[in-house]
């Protein structure tokens, strides 16, 4: 069977200028980050992150409390926003409250579990069905799609999607600007989406959090004056899941392979991450120092860092930290350009999600075993442990 020819790119519509809401989410997020550092040692006692911990990579007690400022900010679009965004906006951050409330739990405390912050985030799909009667009946896979067809797996399919997104964000939340650049990448990609299909409440939507975010991100990169905590990065990856569940179901023509093109980075880290340990005889929540950024930190940025600085080593760590960030912040162009292209087409769509997927599992070959090797080859051969912790 041949596949349909590749679509050609679409034209943007012609948008009216953003509105104010993507603005002031955007200030309001930037002013409260700013007020938390200022206030930090107020605060400081119980919203700091320590040093001690394998996936720690900063040098100085910093608050983890930013999504606190991303929340307000989309608090604030949601008050100045037209009615049928501020609709939208709602019932996201109502939806979004459990991941939320859960993410800063532990950001505060630093008791919460990872169950209990997954069975949040999954709680957070939940309410989204109940508050608009939304969820996932379709993802361009003929078995599933007829399984969909029944609310109670429909639901559950699209809880544990959203689950998914959202700790897959939190994975990724190592390095200054990562997390929350992904997720302003990724927002903007499916605004782009929106666009090109005429859901422009869905897209102005998407550029309000987005902008958000990036208020936030103008204090934590490069210097990480500010993290996004587990409160951020569980609501920032919940609003990123809820917007492509929006997206398709609003938009029948948009293939569901479309929005996981656009997360595939973080959905590949959380799945071959889950592989390598079981490998390994690892717990699959095992917190560990051999995710691809920590990787290409360690081995490629880091060594040519300190050739530049070598009798400066605290510039050392403070640079790798937001390079590494910013390095895999921008990966996520690609995927979403390639998406824009292939917005009607699921068989390309899947194409394009394998094809990043298999990119990620070469590349993390080559720094395991510092040589270039077939991904199929590495997935299906035991992961040596010992190698991959040189």
Known sequence: MSLPSLPSLPSLPSLPSLPSSVYVAGIVA????????????????FSMDSLVGAQKNHTEPTPRI?????????????????????????????????????????????????????????????????????????????L?????????????????????????????????????????????????????????????T?????????????????????????????????????????????????????????????????????YRRRMSKVSPGHADRLHLHTLVMRRVVRPRVRRLYPDEPKMVDRLRNSITG?????AAIPAALVALLVINSAPFAALACLGFALGYVTLYARLVRFHWCSPITFLFVRINRQMASR
């Open 206 to 274: 998407c550029l309000a959090i987005a902008m958000a975010i990036l208020g936030f991100w103008l204090v934590n990169w490069p210097w990480g004056h500010l993290f996004l905590g587990d409160g951020g990065s569980y609501f920032g990856g919940f609003a990123l899941a809820w917007a492509s569940v929006l997206l398709i179901e609003r938009n029948s023509s948009v293939s569901a392979f479309v929005p996981l093109l656009i997360c595939i980075h973080p959905i590949t880290e959380v799945l071959f991450s889950i």
């Open 66 to 142: 930013g999504g606190v400022s991303v929340f307000a900010g989309v608090v604030a679009a949601y008050v100045v926003a037209q009615p049928e965004r501020a609709e939208i906006l709602s019932m996201l951050l109502l939806a979004g409250m459990p991941a939320f409330v859960f993410g800063l739990a532990e950001d505060v405390t630093k008791k919460v579990g990872v169950m209990a912050r997954l069975l949040a985030t999954m709680a957070s799909g939940v309410l989204g069905w109940l508050l608009t009667g939304i969820s996932l009946t379709g993802v361009d896979v003929p």
């Open 326 to 330: 910013l390095v895999f912040a921008i």
């Open 144 to 204: 599933l799609d007829s399984l969909l067809s029944y609310t109670f797996i429909s639901v559950a399919f699209t809880a544990f999607a959203v689950g998914g997104v959202a700790n897959a964000v939190n994975i990724i939340d190592g390095f200054n600007g990562l997390a929350s650049g992904f997720v302003v990448i990724a927002l903007i990609g499916l605004a782009l989406v929106a666009a090109m299909v005429g859901d422009i409440n869905l897209a102005f």
């Open 30 to 45: 930037f002013l409260v980050a700013v007020l938390l550092v200022m206030t930090k040692h107020w605060h400081g006692h």
